[in-house]
T-cell receptor, first 114, second 116 residues
């Protein structure tokens, strides 16, 4: 049973560029959330996708956008990259969007913005 | 607003001794609480959760946590620490309200160092 997978593992971009990160949820899960974890910090919630729509959003600017596909996989897009966007980006999946189900995390994508 | 605090940046214990990693929370309703562990260059691994029921919750790898409503605490414990338990531990609470139940609010994390 595959867990949550993310790609790529590492990414280096320059300021002003755009980036796309990818996530495949755990088997049987249909809800995907994205988190940003800056160095030395706890993860911060970006948004959650369910039924191919953004359902909930944290305090992140519109430069952060996402998409969910019919197979429940998801993408996180960040436009006009800033140095402060350098972080570990974590994807988490769960079985249903509004329950107390546990969120299971992928290994993350380490984004470095130069 | 909901919040989680982990008052210790680092906890040091000797192998074989009991360990405690502290967490306090602030929510207006009933809390849904979680503990995760993060090893270097890895994602978060789920350890245990409290939703309702017994105040002592048992989880993975011999970990347990005690929910204390009066003290608004959810401390992580293990009777006998292993060197392999050395990692970064996060406490989290689920967001409240229909627009926030999908998110977890994390503490700053506590580094656990277990020495042989």
């Amino acid at each position: 049973d595959a867990g949550v997978t993310q790609s790529p593992t590492h990414l280096i971009k320059t300021r002003g560029q755009q980036v796309t990160l990818r996530c495949s949820p755990k088997s049987g899960h249909d809800t995907v959330s994205w988190y940003q974890q800056a160095l030395g910090q706890g993860p911060q919630f970006i948004f959650q996708y369910y039924e191919e729509e953004e359902r909930q959003r944290g305090n992140f600017p519109d430069r952060f956008s996402g998409h969910q596909f019919p197979n429940y996989s998801s993408e996180l897009n960040v436009n006009a990259l800033l140095l402060g966007d350098s972080a570990l980006y974590l994807c988490a999946s769960r079985g249903t969007p509004l329950s107390t189900d546990t969120q299971y995390f992928g290994p993350g994508t380490r984004l470095t913005v130069l | 607003a909901q919040s989680v605090a982990q008052p210790e940046d680092q906890v040091n214990v000797a192998e074989g001794n009991p360990l405690t990693v502290k967490c306090t929370y602030s929510v207006s309703g009933n809390p849904y609480l979680f503990w995760y562990v993060q090893y270097p260059n890895r994602g978060l691994q789920f350890l245990l959760k409290y939703i309702t029921g017994d105040n002592l919750v048992k989880g993975s790898y011999g970990f347990e946590a005690e929910f204390n409503k009066s003290q608004t605490s959810f401390h992580l414990k293990k009777p006998s620490a292993l060197v392999s338990d050395s990692a970064l531990y996060f406490c989290a609470v689920r967001g409240e309200g229909s627009s926030n139940t999908g998110k977890l609010i994390f503490g700053q994390g506590t580094t656990l160092q277990v020495k042989p």
